[in-house]
Structures are given as C-alpha cells and as structure tokens.
C-alpha cells in the first residue's frame, strides 16, 4: 500500500511561480509517479509524469516549457515546479501513483492517490 501526500499549493499573481511536493509512504514508490489537476466542473486531466527508475519525464502541451517534474529518491518524494503560471492553471493537484512500467494519461488507470492540494492563479 502507498499513501502519498501533497503539499505546496496557494494563491499566486499570474507570471509567478509554485513548486508543489508528493510524499510517499508505506512502501517505495510505484513505477510511474503523475500529477493531475481538475478546476470546477471539469475533468481530472494528466499534468506530468515521472518514471522512477531512470526520471523519464512526460508533460500535458498545456504546461510544457512552464512546468518540471523531478523526484528526490531519499526524501521519497515527487516535486512539480510550476513557473509562469496562469490563472487557468488554477485547479486542485493530484499526485497518483501507478505499478505498471508503461506511462498512462488516463486517471483510471492510477491506483493511489494523494487527497490533492489547491491552486489559485490570479490575474
């Protein structure tokens, strides 16, 4: 079992900056470690991606070039620095972990998860 634990969400001016942190505890991490994020009425949507054997990285279009997923092995812990920000980028982030070596985008697909953290961008 893998309980994961967000932290580092706020209120932040557009053009700012947040780095948001996952910990993990029961066990090691799973295969794949992701961040999602779901503004009000709308759907989980994938953000970032990590595998953690070799810190393999993938990201949604909307955030790549703004935001970076890293990891910290001896911490156990998932960061998500989150530059230039939006005020679209406001949402609760999930942190998910998932046992499979292959990368999935699909919330479904993600067997543990953080209890998320908020986001506000404003304009």
């Known amino acids: 079992q893998v309980q994961l634990a967000e932290s580092g969400g706020g209120l932040v001016q557009a053009g700012g900056s947040l780095r948001l942190s996952c910990a993990a505890s029961?066990?090691?991490?799973?295969?794949?470690v992701s961040w999602f994020r779901q503004a009000p009425g709308k759907e989980r949507a994938f953000v970032a991606a990590?595998?953690?054997?070799?810190?393999?990285?993938n990201y949604a279009d909307s955030v790549k070039g703004r935001f970076t997923i890293s990891r910290d092995n001896a911490k156990n812990t998932v960061y998500l620095q989150m530059d230039s920000l939006k005020p679209e980028d406001t949402a609760v982030y999930y942190c998910?972990?998932?046992?499979?070596?292959?990368?999935?985008?699909?919330?479904?697909?993600?067997?543990?998860w953080g209890q998320g953290t908020q986001v506000t961008v404003s304009s």
């Open positions: 029961g066990r090691t991490f799973s295969r794949y």
């Open positions: 990590i595998r953690w054997i070799d810190s393999s990285t």
């Open positions: 998910a972990a998932r046992l499979s070596p292959t990368i999935s985008t699909m919330p479904d697909e993600y067997a543990y």
